[in-house]
T-cell receptor, first 113, second 111 residues
Framework: GAGVSQSPRYKVAKRGQDVALRCDPI?????LFWYQQALGQGPEFLTY????????KSGLPSDRFFAERPEGSVSTLKIQRTQQEDSAVYLC???????????FGPGTRLTVT | ELKVEQNPLFLSMQEGKNYTIYCNYS?????LYWYRQDPGKSLESLFV?????AVKQEGRLMASLDTKARLSTLHITAAVHDLSATYFC???????????FGKGMKLTVNP
């Protein structure tokens, strides 16, 4: 079946613009995670959903970051008033069934100029 | 706070050689994961280690877990160029499903 998909794959935003990044999970996967990966670093946790419930948002770096998953499927990560330090790859991962594995999407590379 | 350390962070090795890389973590954890990342690509799951003493092998890679030492190893046997990539270990924080990643080890296998 299809894997995790993310859109757009690349996004260039001017400082101060708002952006919205989309994640389409593997069908039926209950858990959905967002991670931020800066250049040359490992991914860092941002937030986690189980179905539509956001169970942990401790990794969101500021109140400019907001995530939602209103119907327990597609998720959107929104960044308001983007800053240069927001430039990174944003990865979505999902987990479901009896598997412990988190399956990662291709990521969205955000560049803030 | 859970911390994950990998070493080395960079490794250049010749084809045909063996090497072991290490992943240490600071607090008790449920599960340990190894991922591979090629440049500009996403993360590919290699192994999930669930319990003390777990050992898994796939091709030229073998991973093991010692929960008492809070240590996982990834052993490379007879390296080939196709193994060149960045390898991340990640630990699942107890009581939550989120993963804490190490900084990654960039492996270059030279012909």
């Amino acid at each position: 079946g299809a894997g995790v998909s993310q859109s757009p794959r690349y996004k260039v935003a001017k400082r101060g613009q708002d952006v919205a990044l989309r994640c389409d999970p593997i069908s039926g996967h209950v858990s959905l995670f967002w991670y931020q990966q800066a250049l040359g670093q490992g991914p860092e946790f941002l937030t986690y959903f189980q179905n539509e419930a956001q169970l942990d948002k401790s990794g969101l770096p500021s109140d400019r970051f907001f995530a939602e998953r209103p119907e327990g499927s597609v998720s959107t990560l929104k960044i308001q008033r983007t800053q240069q330090e927001d430039s990174a790859v944003y990865l979505c991962a999902t987990r479901g069934g009896h598997s412990y594995e988190q399956y990662f999407g291709p990521g969205t590379r955000l560049t803030v100029t | 706070e859970l911390k994950v350390e990998q070493n080395p962070l960079f490794l250049s090795m010749q084809e045909g050689k063996n090497y072991t890389i290490y992943c240490n973590y600071s607090t008790t954890s449920d599960r340990l994961y190894w991922y591979r990342q090629d440049p500009g690509k996403s993360l590919e799951s290699l192994f999930v280690l669930l319990s003390n003493g777990a050992v898994k092998q796939e091709g030229r890679l073998m991973a093991s877990l010692d929960t008492k030492a809070r240590l996982s190893t990834l052993h490379i046997t007879a390296a080939v160029h196709d193994l060149s990539a960045t390898y991340f270990c990640a630990v699942e924080k107890g009581g939550s499903e989120k993963l804490v990643f190490g900084k990654g080890m960039k492996l270059t296998v030279n012909p």
